[in-house]
C-alpha cells in the first residue's frame, strides 16, 4: 500500500495499537491482516480512529475540564451566563469539524479506490513495487517475521475463482483449473485471486477478515473482488449477511498455500469421483446446514456453470426454503443437516 | 390464487388454525401465561378501582395532546421493555452457543433458541425498538412538549393526533400478537431482500412484520404533519422563530424527515406486499424484479429514520444543559442551523448501508463524503453544548446525568459513525456487530436523552418528582451496561464477528460474549431501579409534590410557566412572547404568569373514541391480511373508509370551558391545592364540566400567534 505519507501512519501507529495488542493478539482479525486488500483497509481505519480520536477527546476533554471547573460547588469560578455567544468559537466549531471532515474524506476518496473491489491499486501497487507492498503494519510491527516480498506477486496470470452461494453453502469454481469444491478455499500465497460471486438464493456476503474485506453477493448479478494473500496458513470465511436458518454455519476454511501445494491440491481434486453439472448443483442448492464444514471436491465443472446459475435465477429459478426452515414455530425444523 | 405457499387455506379463517398457535413451544407457552396473568391482573384492577368510565372518558378517547403523549410514552415504555426481553434473549443464546461442542436445549442445536426462533427475536427486537419503542417515546414527548413550548392550547389537529396514536398502537398490537398467533418475520427489521419473498419466508412472519411497520409509519407520517403545522401556525404572540426552543426547531426539522422519509418506506413496503400477495416481480431475483431498488428504498426512509430519532434528542439535551448550567444555551443560531442541516444532510447519505453492493468506486466516495458531512453539524452541536457547561453553575440532577453521559456516548458514537462512513474501513465491520455497535450507542444517545427527558418533564406534566435516589442508581447502572455491553462489542466487531448469528462457531469469541451478557445483566438491575423509581414515586407522590410552576428552579423555556401538573388548558391566559427563553426572562424580571381580573372562556375540542374505534378495525386489518383472510380484510377496509368519510360530515363544535371555572382552578393553584380536575377528570370532555356549552369553532379560537 502506498500512502504518500505512509510514514506518519507507521509513527501513528505506535500510539494506537499497544492499547489493542494489549488486549491479546488473538482473535482480533482485522488488527492482524494476511492480505494485501485487508492491510489497506486496516491502515485508513487507524488513520481514521486516530484522526477522530484527537477530535473526540478534544471535545470530550472539554466537556470534563467544564464540568469540573463549573461544578455548582465550586464557587471561586466565574458564573457568567450572559456567555452565550462568540465569533470566534463559533468560527471555530463549524471550522474544526469542517477540516477534519475534508481531510478523511480526502482519505476515504484514496482508499475506497486503493480497495475497489474491482480494480484495487492497491494490489496493482503490490504487484509493481513488491518490495514496497510489504511495508505495511503488521510486518513492521514485528521485524522477525518480516517478509520482503510478497512470494509470487509478480505473476501475471491471476487465480481465478468463481463463488456461487446456496442455502447454505459455498461453491468455489476454479474456471481454469476446470474444477470445483464446496466450503473449500485453496490459494496459492501470494497470487493476484480475481472472484466473480453469485447467489442461487438470496443475499449473502463474502467475508474473510483477515485478508479481504466484504462484497455483497446476489442472486441474478455477478459481483467481484480480489486478494492477494501474504501469508500461508489457514484463515476463516463466512458470509456476513443474514440469510435465512442456516447462516451461522455459512463458513468455510480458506487455505493459503506454497504454489507446489496449490498444483498438489488441484491434482487431488481433479482425482474426485464427482462431477459438477447443473443438474448436481441443483441438488447442492437444496437448503442444507453443513453444520460440520464438511467439504466436497468435483474433478469437472460444467463449462458456463457460473453463469448459467446467474441466467437461470434470472429467468425466475427460484430454491424455495421450505415452511419447516424458516421462522415456523409451529413444526420443529426438518434440516438436512450434513453430519 | 395469485401466489402459492404451503400450507392449508379456509375462506374463513385463511391461513389461521389452532396449530399456529405455538404453545408447545415452553419459551411461548410460559411468556403466554405470564402476559395473560398480567392482564388479567390489570383488568382486574381496573374493575376493581371502578376506574373503567374515567379511563374511558379521560384517556383512550382523550383529544388532549398531553394525555395522548403520555399514552405514546407508556407504549413506549411497554415496548421498549419487550425489547429489551428480546436483547436478554439473545444475549444469552449468543453466550451458550459458542463452539461446535457447547450442549443445545429445546430443540436448538447449541444454546436454546433454534435459528428460526433466534431470527425472529432479532427481528422483533430491531422493528420494536426503533418504530414501536423509542419512535412512540419522542412522539410523546413532543406531543407533550412542543404545545407547551410555543403557548398553544394543543396540537394543530387534536383529532389526527388521537388517529396517530391509535394507528401505533394497532401496529404494536399486531407485533404483539405475533408471539403468540402464528410467527414473526427472520429477515430482519430492516425486512431483508430477498429473503422477505415468498419463496424464502414462506409463513406470516413476514405478513406481520409489514403490515406492523407500514401501519405504523402511516401513524407516524400523520404525527410528523400535525407536529409541523403546531410549529408553523400555532405560536404564541410573539415568538418569532428565532425565540423558539431549540426542542421545537428540532421537533420541526425531525417531522420535515419524517414526513418526506416515511412515505418512501409506506411505498417500499406496499410494493413488497404487493410480491407477497400479488405475485409481482418488484424485489425478486428473477423475472425482471430488482432487490437492490428494495435495500435503496428502504435505507432512503431508514437513514432519515435514525435522524429521526436523533433530532429530538439533540433537542432534549439542549434543554436539560442549560436548565442545570443555568445558562442560555450556547450558540443558539448554530444550534437551530445544525438541527436543520442534520435534517437535511440525512437525505443524501443513505447508500452508506450497503457500500458493500459492489457500487463503483465514484458513488461510494460520494456518499462516504455525504456520510461525513454530517459529522459536521453533530460536532458544532456538542461544541456548543460544551460551552453552554463553559461559565456556568453545573448541577448534577437526574436528568443532567443522563443528558451528560449521552454526549460521551455520542462522541463515540461519531467516531464509529465516522469510521463506517469510510468505505474502505466499512468493508471490514459492514454487518457486523461493530455496526451493531454503533448504532446502539447512537441509539442509546436516544435512549440516555429520553430517560432525561423523562425525569426533566416528568414533574411538570405529573405534579410530583421522580425519586432521585433510585434515579440515580437507574442511571449509574444503565451506563455501566452500555459500556461493557457496547464496549465489548466493537471489540468484537475487530474480530469479524458478525451480526444476526445465533450460533458462534469460533471459540475465541467467547470471553467477549460473556462480557456481553455481564453487560446485560447490569441492565437488568438498571431496569429493576427504574421500574422502582416509578414504584417509589408514585408511593410518595405526596411529598414529592411540586409546588412551583418550575421544579428544578432554573428551566428556561415556556412550559415551567404554567402550572405543574398542567391543566388542560395549557395557559390560563395566552403567554406573549418577550424573549427566547421566555420563562428565564420572566423569572429574571420578576414576572410570573398573568393573573388577570378576568378569564376569557377557552375552547376545547371534543373527546371522541372513533380514533380508538379506528385503530381497533385497523388492527383488523392488519390481522386479517396477514393470514389472508380475506373477507375480513375487506370489511375492515369499508369500515375504516366509511368511518373517515362520515367523521368528515360530523362537525365538531368543540366545547367552552367558561371564564369563571378557569379562574377557580387558578386560585385553588395558587392557594398550592391540586385542584379537583385540573389535569385529569375528562379534560376537554363536556361531560365533566356542567358549565360547559358547545359552542362553534370560530366564538373562541384557540390561541394563535
Ligand atoms: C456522525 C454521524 C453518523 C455517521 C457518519 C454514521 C454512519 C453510519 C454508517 C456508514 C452506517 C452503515 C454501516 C453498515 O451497515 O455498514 C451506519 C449504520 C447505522 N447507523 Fe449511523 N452514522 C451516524 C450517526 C448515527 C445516528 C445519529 C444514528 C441514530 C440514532 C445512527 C444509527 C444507525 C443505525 C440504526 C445503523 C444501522 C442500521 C442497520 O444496518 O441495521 N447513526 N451509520
Ligand atoms: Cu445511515
Given at each position: 500500500m502506498a500512502w504518500r505519507n505512509g510514514h506518519a501512519v507507521r509513527v501513528l501507529r505506535f500510539a494506537w495499537l499497544p492499547l489493542l495488542d494489549g488486549c491479546s493478539q488473538k482473535g482480533y482479525w482485522l488488527l492482524h491482516p494476511k492480505g494485501v486488500i485487508a492491510r489497506t483497509e486496516w491502515h485508513t481505519t487507524v488513520l481514521d480512529v486516530v484522526v477522530m480520536g484527537v477530535v473526540v477527546l478534544v471535545a470530550g476533554g472539554l466537556v470534563v475540564a467544564f464540568l469540573w471547573r463549573y461544578r455548582a460547588g465550586n464557587t471561586l469560578r466565574r458564573y457568567d451566563p450572559t456567555f452565550t455567544a462568540s465569533l470566534v468559537l463559533e468560527i471555530l466549531v463549524w471550522g474544526v469539524p469542517l477540516l477534519v471532515v475534508g481531510y478523511l474524506s480526502y482519505f476515504s476518496v484514496k482508499s475506497v479506490f486503493a480497495t475497489n473491489p474491482y480494480d484495487p491499486l492497491s494490489l496493482r501497487h503490490a504487484l509493481v513495487r513488491p518490495h514496497q507492498a510489504d511495508q505495511g503494519l503488521a510486518h513492521r510491527a514485528s521485524p522477525a517475521r518480516a517478509r520482503t516480498t510478497v512470494p509470487g506477486a509478480q505473476e501475471a496470470q491471476p487465480l481465478h475463482v468463481e463463488v456461487v452461494t446456496t442455502d447454505w453453502q459455498?461453491?468455489?469454481?476454479?474456471?481454469?483449473?476446470?474444477?470445483?469444491?464446496?466450503?473449500?478455499?485453496?490459494?496459492?500465497?501470494?497470487?493476484r485471486v480475481k472472484f466473480d460471486l453469485t447467489s442461487a438464493t438470496v443475499v449473502n456476503d463474502f467475508f474473510i477478515p483477515e485478508l479481504v474485506g466484504e462484497i455483497d453477493i446476489m442472486p441474478g448479478m455477478r459481483t467481484k473482488q480480489a486478494m492477494i494473500a501474504n501469508d500461508?496458513?489457514?484463515?476463516?470465511?463466512?458470509?456476513?449477511?443474514?440469510?435465512?436458518?442456516?447462516?451461522?454455519?455459512?463458513?468455510f476454511d480458506v487455505r493459503v498455500t506454497d504454489h507446489a501445494e496449490f498444483r498438489k491440491w488441484v491434482r487431488r481434486v481433479r482425482a474426485a469421483p464427482d462431477v459438477l453439472s447443473y443438474a448436481r448443483f441443483g441438488q447442492i442448492a437444496r437448503p442444507t446446514i453443513n453444520v460440520a464444514q464438511r467439504v466436497s471436491y468435483f474433478s469437472q465443472v460444467q463449462k458456463g456453470l457460473f453463469d448459467h446459475v446467474i441466467e437461470r435465477v434470472m429467468a425466475g429459478k427460484v430454491y424455495r426454503t421450505p415452511l419447516a426452515m424458516t421462522e415456523n414455530m409451529t413444526k420443529p425444523m426438518k434440516v438436512r443437516l450434513i453430519p | 390464487m395469485l401466489v402459492s405457499y404451503p400450507g392449508p387455506w379456509t375462506p374463513f379463517f385463511g391461513r389461521l388454525d389452532a396449530q399456529q398457535i405455538p404453545l408447545q413451544n415452553p419459551i411461548l407457552f410460559w411468556t403466554f401465561v405470564l402476559v395473560s396473568l398480567g392482564g388479567v391482573a390489570v383488568l382486574a384492577a381496573i374493575t376493581y378501582l371502578r376506574a373503567w368510565g374515567s379511563l374511558w372518558r379521560e384517556w383512550l378517547t382523550s383529544v388532549d395532546h398531553k394525555k395522548i403523549g403520555v399514552m405514546y410514552c407508556l407504549l413506549g415504555i411497554v415496548m421498549l421493555f419487550r425489547g429489551f426481553i428480546d436483547g436478554v434473549m439473545m444475549r444469552t443464546q449468543q453466550a451458550m452457543a459458542v463452539g461446535p461442542r457447547s450442549p443445545g436445549y429445546m430443540g436448538a442445536l447449541h444454546g436454546y433458541l433454534p435459528p428460526y426462533h433466534f431470527g425472529q427475536i432479532y427481528s422483533a427486537h430491531g422493528t420494536i425498538m426503533i418504530l414501536f419503542a423509542i419512535t412512540p417515546i419522542l412522539v410523546g414527548l413532543m406531543n407533550i412538549i412542543v404545545p407547551l413550548q410555543i403557548g398553544a392550547r394543543d396540537m394543530a389537529y387534536p383529532y389526527l393526533n388521537a388517529v396517530s396514536f391509535w394507528l401505533t398502537a394497532a401496529a404494536t398490537g399486531l407485533v404483539m400478537i405475533s408471539l403468540f398467533v402464528g410467527d414473526f418475520s427472520h429477515a430482519g427489521w430492516v425486512g431483508l431482500s430477498p429473503l422477505t419473498e415468498l419463496a424464502y419466508s414462506p409463513g406470516v412472519g413476514v405478513d406481520y412484520w409489514s403490515w406492523a411497520v407500514q401501519i405504523g409509519s402511516i401513524a407516524t407520517t400523520l404525527a410528523s404533519i400535525n407536529i409541523i403545522v403546531t410549529i408553523i401556525k400555532m405560536r404564541a404572540p410573539g415568538m418569532t422563530w428565532t425565540k423558539m426552543p431549540i426542542f421545537c426547531w428540532t421537533a420541526l426539522s425531525t417531522s420535515v424527515v419524517g414526513l418526506s422519509s416515511f412515505p418512501v418506506f409506506t411505498a417500499a413496503v406496499a410494493l413488497l406486499s404487493?410480491?407477497?400477495?400479488?405475485?409481482?416481480?418488484?424485489?425478486?431475483?428473477?423475472?425482471?424484479?430488482?432487490?437492490?431498488?428494495?435495500?435503496?428504498?428502504?435505507?432512503?426512509?431508514?437513514?432519515?429514520?435514525?435522524?429521526?430519532?436523533?433530532?429530538?434528542?439533540?433537542?432534549?439535551?439542549?434543554?436539560?444543559?442549560?436548565?442545570f448550567s443555568e445558562k442560555p444555551l450556547f450558540g443558539y443560531i448554530t444550534m437551530a442551523v445544525a438541527s436543520i442541516?442534520?435534517?437535511?444532510?440525512?437525505?443524501?447519505?443513505?447508500?452508506?448501508?450497503?457500500?458493500?453492493?459492489?457500487?463503483?468506486?465514484?458513488v461510494n466516495a460520494f456518499f462516504s463524503i455525504a456520510s461525513m458531512l454530517v459529522g459536521i453539524p453533530t460536532g458544532v452541536k456538542v461544541f456548543n453544548w460544551a460551552f453552554t457547561l463553559y461559565r456556568g453553575r453545573v448541577r448534577f440532577d437526574v436528568p443532567m446525568l443522563w443528558a451528560l453521559a449521552a454526549l460521551v456516548l455520542l462522541l463515540i458514537g461519531g467516531l464509529t459513525g465516522m469510521m463506517l462512513a469510510m468505505p474502505a474501513i466499512n468493508y471490514t465491520v459492514h454487518n457486523s456487530v461493530f455496526v451493531v455497535a454503533h448504532?446502539?450507542?447512537?441509539?442509546?444517545?436516544?435512549?440516555?436523552?429520553?430517560?432525561?427527558?423523562?425525569?426533566?418533564?416528568?414533574?411538570?406534566?405529573?405534579?410530583?418528582?421522580l425519586d432521585e435516589r433510585t434515579g440515580k442508581r437507574a442511571f449509574w447502572f444503565f451506563s455501566a451496561g452500555t459500556f461493557v455491553l457496547f464496549g465489548s462489542m466493537y471489540a468484537l466487531g475487530f474480530m469479524g464477528m458478525p451480526r444476526r448469528i445465533d450460533y458462534i462457531p469460533f471459540p475465541s469469541w467467547r470471553p467477549l460474549l460473556i462480557a456481553e451478557e455481564v453487560g446485560i445483566v447490569l441492565f437488568v438491575i438498571a431496569s429493576y431501579y427504574m421500574i422502582k423509581q416509578l414504584v417509589v414515586s408514585i408511593r410518595d407522590r405526596v411529598q414529592n409534590r411540586v409546588t412551583s410552576s418550575d421544579v428544578w428552579g432554573t428551566a428556561r423555556s415556556l412550559e415551567w410557566l404554567t402550572h405543574s401538573p398542567v391543566p388542560f388548558y395549557n395557559f390560563a391566559v395566552q403567554p406573549h412572547i418577550n424573549a427566547r427563553d421566555e420563562w428565564a426572562w420572566r423569572r429574571e424580571h420578576g414576572r410570573g404568569a398573568e393573573s388577570p381580573e378576568h378569564y376569557e372562556d377557552i375552547h376545547l375540542p371534543i373527546n371522541t373514541p372513533l380514533p380508538l374505534i379506528l385503530g381497533a378495525w385497523t388492527f383488523a386489518l392488519g390481522f386479517s391480511l396477514v393470514w389472508r383472510?380475506?373477507?375480513?380484510?375487506?370489511?375492515?377496509?369499508?369500515?375504516?373508509?366509511?368511518?373517515?368519510?362520515?367523521?368528515?360530515?360530523?362537525?365538531?363544535?368543540?366545547?367552552?370551558?367558561?371564564?369563571?371555572?378557569?379562574?377557580?382552578?387558578e386560585a385553588s393553584y395558587r392557594n398550592g391545592l391540586e385542584p379537583a380536575g385540573a389535569a385529569g377528570d375528562g379534560a376537554g370532555g363536556p361531560v365533566a364540566y356542567p358549565g360547559a356549552v358547545a359552542s362553534r369553532p370560530q366564538d373562541n379560537v384557540p390561541a394563535r400567534p
Open positions: 459455498w461453491v468455489f469454481i476454479y474456471p481454469q483449473q476446470g474444477i470445483a469444491t464446496v466450503d473449500d478455499l485453496v490459494v496459492p500465497v501470494g497470487a500461508t496458513g489457514v484463515y476463516h470465511g463466512y458470509s456476513d449477511d443474514f440469510s435465512g436458518g442456516g447462516f451461522s454455519w455459512m463458513g | 404487493l410480491d407477497r400477495y400479488a405475485g409481482t416481480h418488484f424485489f425478486t431475483p428473477g423475472l425482471g424484479g430488482n432487490l437492490m431498488l428494495y435495500t435503496d428504498l428502504f435505507w432512503i426512509w431508514g437513514h432519515p429514520e435514525v435522524y429521526y430519532v436523533i433530532l429530538p434528542a439533540f433537542g432534549i439535551l439542549s434543554e436539560i444543559i442549560p436548565t442541516a442534520i435534517g437535511g444532510v440525512s437525505w443524501s447519505v443513505w447508500l452508506h448501508h450497503f457500500f458493500t453492493m459492489g457500487a463503483g468506486p465514484g448504532f446502539h450507542t447512537m441509539l442509546n444517545v436516544v435512549g440516555f436523552a429520553c430517560f432525561g427527558a423523562i425525569n426533566y418533564w416528568f414533574p411538570k406534566v405529573f405534579g410530583f418528582r383472510m380475506y373477507w375480513l380484510a375487506a370489511l375492515s377496509l369499508i369500515a375504516i373508509v366509511v368511518l373517515v368519510i362520515a367523521r368528515s360530515f360530523q362537525d365538531d363544535p368543540g366545547h367552552t370551558v367558561p371564564g369563571a371555572r378557569i379562574r377557580e382552578i
